[in-house]
């Protein structure tokens, strides 16, 4: 397997569509197919000429159909190491804006289907939930990703262009902000670990509320158990997950973020009060790779920990640097519904994003006329 880096870099879709051209047979819709590509949450997929991938919860594909009233995604397993079924990708999808449906990966499965007697069916697919215990770094394809081969559609039917949010937002965080526990009741508890990933909704995750409400694109960084200085399953420190998707596959096209985020919010120290250094080295080498005038925002995390270490490591960056486009956001003492004492409910990060709304507002202005970042 040859992985593409960069599979929103033209050089790259142009390479990969004469792949597709080549192969594509009736009722097939390859993932090299451009409109597929065009639709990837940026930031967070592998894309080959055979397969896409994500591991991080919320991750997200967008794909517009015309002349079919079937749409069956084609997965691949092979790959998954766990053992343990309730551990599996968990997806997400709706259909032409309707309810949100879900299915859980298992070892035999192939396909999904997805739409059935919808004409020109518009998907919304998202990962739902995967377990933070299985290795979600090292290689090409991460051991518990999810990993999509293609489409099948009915004959004659072709993609077409969808409506995305032109504006980029790069959320990097914990398990807080990759939704662990949203799908839970309030006081209901952790399942058991190896139920873990049914307790996700990465799409409940305050992150990306805000950055639906003022108009972006989300992609994200966000794993259980991590920290600024790394995490559980072997995950790096920021300073290498800013630059890697994997231990293989780079993010970075000329030494830049591509595509380059218009707005970054890094809200991490949940999983203990980070060292100076590992937020100080993050920060310098998130800014060398993003355009000058694209804002960074560190939030203090949600339940205040490691507010006076982050605090006073912010400090030392901003005077350093004199990074006029770095923030850091504290919403103070925040209460909201929780599963077991600290990962929010839905509605906990519905709280958390109300509460934090006001000062994002403060920082980037009205809702309305963005403009893009030159």
């Known amino acids: 397997m040859h992985p593409i880096s960069h599979p929103w870099h033209p050089a790259s879709v142009i390479a990969l569509f004469s792949l597709a051209t080549a192969r594509l047979t009736a009722g097939t819709i390859p993932v090299t197919d451009a409109q597929v590509l065009r639709g990837l949450s940026p930031c967070n997929w592998v894309a ?30 092979s790959h998954l190491s766990t053992r343990v079924a309730t551990r599996y990708p968990i997806i997400a999808w709706s259909v032409n804006g309707g309810p949100a449906q879900f299915h859980q990966l298992s070892a035999d499965a192939d396909s999904v289907a997805l739409a059935v007697d919808t004409v020109d069916p518009k998907i919304e697919l998202y990962l739902k939930g995967t377990s933070p215990f299985e290795n979600r770094y090292e290689g090409d394809v991460p051991a518990n990703s999810l990993k999509i081969t293609g489409f099948t559609i009915a004959d004659g039917g072709a993609t077409v262009p969808a409506e995305l949010p032109e504006k980029i937002w790069l959320t990097m965080g914990d398990s807080i902000l990759s939704g662990d526990g949203a799908a839970y009741a309030a006081g209901q508890g952790r399942p058991p670990d190896d139920a873990w990933a049914a307790s996700e909704d990465g799409r409940a995750s305050y992150g990306y509320l805000l950055a639906q409400h003022f108009g972006y694109r989300e992609g994200r960084i966000a794993y259980g158990g991590y920290n600024w200085g790394g995490g559980m399953a072997g995950l790096p420190a920021l300073t290498t997950l800013i630059d890697q998707k994997t231990s293989t596959i780079s ?12 707005v970054v919010l890094i809200n991490l120290g949940e999983n203990g009060a980070p060292q100076t250094g590992s937020v100080t080295d993050a920060l310098t080498q998130l800014r060398h790779r993003l355009r000058p005038a694209a804002r960074i925002i560190v939030m203090v995390p949600v339940s205040g920990r490691g507010r006076a270490e982050i605090t006073q490591a912010f400090k030392d960056y901003q005077q350093s640097s004199g990074d006029k486009n770095a923030s850091l956001v504290d919403a103070g003492s925040l209460n909201f519904a929780t599963c077991d004492g600290q990962h929010p409910t839905a509605a906990g990060h519905q709280a958390i994003f109300q509460a934090a709304l006001p000062a ?5 202005g009205p809702v309305a006329n963005h403009p893009p970042v030159k």
């Open 360 to 364: 994002f507002e403060a920082l980037l």
């Open 48 to 77: 080959t000429a055979d397969a896409i991938s994500a591991t991080a919860n919320g991750a997200s594909l967008t794909v517009a159909f015309k002349g079919t009233r079937q749409v069956s995604l084609k997965v691949a397993t």
């Open 251 to 262: 993010r970075l096209s000329h030494d830049a973020l591509e595509p380059a985020p218009e």
